[in-house]
């Protein structure tokens, strides 16, 4: 099977898998609590208007036809517009509004998680039982079992009274006086000021969103390296003269980095489902904030978008991860053998 053959039966195993989970969607939010309608008219609103307003937003066509409607729209990529809170407002719209601040988190913190967490679990990997050991695998452990929300509230409390907690420095003004929370200006980032100004506004963001990641690719970078280290082909390799760096860089490092690939591509996943909570905490205004909001309005078609356009990123990260594996080990098959 050639990579081009692969890539095609892999886009079209991922064809029944949007299916399934458009209609999740589309059945939560119907069956769901969420109420466009109410939202439209307040606490106060009339009878006679609710009626006429579902009326004109389709709510009251049989829910089959709807089903069919959704799933139309989305598979043509028609997202339709904001009921509720930004009315008349396309989707597209929004989503370029609000995904550049989401993307400027998820950069940094891909980041913070692959060049600190893989790097400390490669050494403590290649240097078992020791100080520097025990410190990285018990921080891993750390870092991995404090959730992200919780993370969030107290590095939000300290930076914000950073004078109190941290011996007179001030996080706010230092560098360039900015506060913790509130989204990143990113209207300058050619300049070395703007650059820097929205680093640092993003940072403690980053930090707890790459936390957790951080942590499992210490502990799975460790493990992976102490199994590699204790293979038979690195027993032969030593005793052909192989010199350690070579060793180290061209058969531990590659041979370690197989199991770390779900791990890494896998920071979709939480950048997904974390961004929704550190995004609220910090202010950020991105798209995890975006579909907070639309799910705490009842904005229907706002939150069947940006489950489906979440839904379509897992799919097409789980496929990219499939070619990072044959890139990483030639010895894996696109017909999935040896």
């Known amino acids: 099977m050639s990579r081009w053959q ?72 028609d997202l339709g517009e904001s009921w509720v809170l930004q009315p008349d407002t396309s989707v597209y719209s929004l989503v370029l ?32 039982n020791t100080f520097s050991d025990y410190v990285a695998s018990f921080g891993g452990i750390v870092w991995r079992a404090m959730p992200n929300f919780w993370l969030a509230v107290i590095l939000m409390s300290v930076l914000s009274q950073s004078e109190k907690f941290m011996f007179g420095f001030d ?36 930090i707890v969103l790459g936390s957790a990641s951080m942590g499992n690719e210490m502990r799975i970078g460790r493990t992976a390296v102490l199994e590699t280290v204790n293979s038979n082909f690195i027993e032969t390799a030593k005793a052909k003269g192989v010199r350690p760096r070579s060793l180290v860089w061209k058969h531990i490092f590659r041979n370690a980095l197989i199991p770390l690939v779900p791990i890494i591509t896998g920071e979709a996943f939480i950048l997904i ?7 609220t905490v910090f202010d950020i205004s991105g798209i995890g904030f975006l579909f907070f909001q639309a799910i705490k309005n009842g904005d229907m078609p706002l939150v069947g978008s940006l489950m489906f356009i979440f839904i379509l990123l897992v799919v097409l990260i789980n496929i990219m991860q499939d070619f990072l594996y044959t890139i990483i080990d030639p010895r894996v098959g696109y017909d999935g053998g040896a």
């Open 273 to 279: 489902g974390g961004s929704v909570l550190v995004e």
């Open 6 to 77: 692969y890539f095609a039966k892999r886009v079209l195993l991922s064809v029944p898998v949007l299916l399934f989970g458009a209609s999740i969607t589309f059945l939560v939010i119907r069956a769901g609590p969420l109420d466009p309608v109410s939202a439209i008219l307040g606490p106060q609103g009339d009878p006679q208007a609710y009626n006429t307003i579902r009326r004109q937003l389709g709510l009251n066509q049989p829910l089959w036809q709807q089903y069919i409607d959704y799933m139309i729209n989305m598979f043509t990529f």
């Open 171 to 206: 996080w706010e003004t230092f560098l360039y006086s900015t506060n913790v929370t509130g989204p990143p200006p990113l209207g300058n980032l050619a300049s070395v000021e703007g650059f820097t100004k929205a680093l640092k506004k993003i940072a403690p963001a980053a």
């Open 97 to 128: 509004s609000y995904a550049p601040r989401t993307i400027w988190l998820g950069f940094w913190s891909v980041l913070i998680a692959i060049f600190i967490g893989i790097p400390l679990g490669f050494y403590a990997g290649l240097n078992p």
